[in-house]
């Protein structure tokens, strides 16, 4: 079996494949985690060959464990094939949302970064901390299910009621620009609402700009419904193309370590 780990600033992510199949993964919130734990944690499951380690964390991981080698991907490659290959696509724009978030454009099985945002997941759970007080992202979904964004932010209905250009008058023209008495889960929609929104728009920039008709959203906070429905509805509103939110998007990028050495071999 192979086992690739995703060190990211704020979670790691790592899964056991046994060929194209995943046996295992697990996500763990923090930095703090070794390869040694995950290792520890997965030599159970059965004999591993390689390790394949990707992500800011990885850069002083030495060579091999337990005399089992280590091969260190780049983390741009590691986005942009574990998004394709875990939607089954070859070319596509893939915004991968952690900590910020990070668009990569695939063409041709070639991986390029083409910018990104330092708003992300970790914007949401900050934000959250400061005015909710909780960075737990289920409770924070819970409570922005029962939320209204008519009680935070401004929409253009309200200043252009036919819309304007390519915005329909349900969009958002002020983000906490209209706040009428909200209450925890008014706000707590609301700042979802400015993550989704925002990195929705970006991703359609990137997906103008290298003409793709494909994006792929991966992340753990595409697993939040309320996040998912607004970032699509966002990105659908302004432009014409296939929004993809694969199964096992919140692991993407182990998963696609492991992915570009195998297409190499």
């Keep these: 079996m192979k086992l690739g780990i995703d060190f990211g600033s704020s979670a790691i992510d ?3 494949m046994r060929g194209n199949k ?3 993964s697990k996500s763990i919130f923090g930095n703090k985690v070794s390869i040694r734990e995950v290792l520890n944690a997965v030599k159970k499951k059965g004999r591993i060959s390689k390790i394949y380690v990707t992500g800011a964390g990885s850069k002083k991981i030495r060579e091999s464990i337990d005399k089992i080698p280590i091969m260190h991907v780049n983390e741009i490659i590691a986005i942009g094939m574990g998004g394709c290959y875990v939607s089954n696509n070859r070319d596509a724009l893939v915004v991968s949302i952690g900590s910020g978030t990070c668009m990569v454009s695939v063409k041709n099985r070639k991986s ?7 708003i992300g997941a970790k914007t949401l759970t900050g934000l959250a901390e400061i005015i909710l007080k909780t960075n737990n992202p289920d409770k924070i979904e819970e409570m922005a299910r029962k939320g209204n964004l008519n009680k935070t932010d401004i929409t253009l209905k309200s ?3 036919g819309g304007i250009g390519l915005l329909p008058p349900s969009a958002t023209a002020s983000h906490f620009g209209n706040l ?3 209450n925890k889960n008014d706000i707590a929609k609301g700042l979802i609402n400015l993550v989704a929104q925002s990195i929705g728009t970006l991703a359609v920039f990137g997906a103008n700009s290298y003409k793709h008709k494909k994006i792929i959203l991966t992340g753990k906070i595409t697993q939040s419904k309320t996040f998912r429905a607004i970032i699509l509805k966002r990105i659908n509103s302004i432009l014409k193309a296939d929004v993809i939110i694969p199964k096992n998007s919140g692991i993407a990028t182990a998963i696609g370590a492991i992915i570009y050495y195998n297409k190499k071999a």
Excluded: A, R
């Excluded at 390029?112 to 330092?118: Q, V």
């Design 14 to 16: 790592y899964v056991l």
């Design 180 to 182: 009428k008495n909200p």
């Design 112 to 118: 390029k970064h083409i910018g990104g945002t330092s």
């Design 22 to 24: 995943i046996v295992f």
């Design 159 to 161: 200043i252009y009621p």
